[in-house]
């Protein structure tokens, strides 16, 4: 079983519905972040938490809201849907340190009709 | 966040010596330099991470420069399991501690 797991793997909705993405972990790591790809870009962080009651924003967090359910859940939210957030997105987690080594998830794609 | 400056694409052979630039102009004494990459249709992974001096792992090697405003990946013999993109990017080490990416090289290795 992977370390990081996230679901739903592929998800298409239509433009206005809820949407959540969950990502669950068993390496035991504090620390969790959501990522979101583009096309044939980099990876821009959305939210990012250093415990269960830690939470904080990134680069880009407009429309998207996260709950620290556990340590070991971390999930994000699409309050209403628009295309624009059509992407590959990640969650990661990472132990305590400075060496920050993230273990990603294999990603969940979501396509915004 | 320090920026960090790659090259859009490189292209090399398998079996051959990789090095792969990364420019961080603006980087600060605390911040730690980072590679990760991404093969394709995966999550990134960690490749290596240094602070000033230069590191070696099983994956790669780090070359940092002695001013710190730029360094280098090295793969010491590409094979085509290494063609993916790679990321370099600067940790605060004294600071909010998240990893932010930029766009990254894209490394076609030949056969």
């Known amino acids: 079983d992977a370390d990081v797991t996230q679901t739903p793997r592929n998800r298409i909705t239509k433009t206005g519905k809820r949407i959540m993405l969950e990502c669950s972990q068993t390496k035991g790591h504090d620390r969790m972040y959501w990522y979101r790809q583009d096309p044939g870009l980099g990876l821009r962080l959305i939210y990012y938490?250093?415990?269960?009651?830690?939470?904080n924003k990134g680069e880009i967090s407009d429309g998207y809201s996260v709950s620290r359910q556990a340590q070991a859940k971390f999930s994000l939210s699409l309050e209403s849907a628009i295309p624009n957030q059509t992407a590959l997105y990640f969650c990661?987690?990472?132990?305590?340190?400075?060496?920050?080594?993230?273990?990603f998830g294999e990603g969940s794609r979501l396509t915004v009709l | 966040d320090a920026k960090t400056t790659q090259p859009n694409s490189m292209e090399s052979n398998e079996e051959e010596p990789v090095h792969l630039p990364c420019n961080h102009s603006t980087i600060s004494g605390t911040d730690y330099i980072h590679w990760y990459r991404q093969l394709p249709s995966q999550g990134p992974e960690y490749v290596i991470h240094?602070?000033?001096s230069n590191v070696n792992n099983r994956m790669a090697s780090l070359a940092i420069a002695e001013d710190r405003k730029s360094s280098t990946l090295i793969l010491h013999r590409a094979t085509l399991r290494d063609a993916a993109v790679y990321y370099c990017i600067l940790m605060d080490g004294g600071g909010a501690q998240k990893l932010v990416f930029g766009q990254g090289t894209r490394l076609t290795i030949n056969p």
């Open positions: 240094g602070l000033t």
């Open positions: 990661a987690t990472s132990d305590w340190g400075i060496t920050g080594e993230l273990f």
């Open positions: 938490s250093f415990d269960v009651k830690d939470i």
